[in-house]
């Protein structure tokens, strides 16, 4: 008799239902002007947490300019014909955070 594999039926109660998740707040872009055009960097928050764990492990600039390529997608192509010096990498960085309530005194999380 062939060995049977315990499976759980989709119809069967579960714990957490991550598929109802939600926002909770609205995901907006963060919009920017650079080498004359408009870019729109998704949401730090809508970014696949798989592709950031990877990126997380390439060191501060690296892991900086992994998440940018993630946040521009289809456009870092056009993005990257653009010098772009420390600098402003820096203050595009940190403007990125605050848009999206990630720097100390501007999550809604934060004790300030």
């Not at 203050?91 to 809604?108: M, R």
Request: some cysteine.
């Amino acid at each position: 008799m062939p060995g049977r594999t315990a499976t759980t039926s989709d119809s069967q109660p579960f714990d957490f239902n991550l598929d109802a998740v939600q926002a909770e707040a609205e995901l907006m872009p963060f919009r920017v002007h650079f080498g004359g055009r408009r870019y729109a960097l998704a949401h730090l928050q809508s970014l696949d947490v798989w592709d950031l764990v990877e990126i997380a492990e390439r060191g501060d600039t690296g892991a900086t300019l992994g998440v940018l390529k993630a946040a521009l997608g289809e456009t870092f192509t056009e993005f990257r014909k653009n010098p772009l010096p420390q600098y402003k990498l820096k203050q595009l960085f940190e403007a990125y955070q605050k848009h999206c309530g990630l720097l100390p005194g501007e999550s809604d999380a934060s004790a300030s």
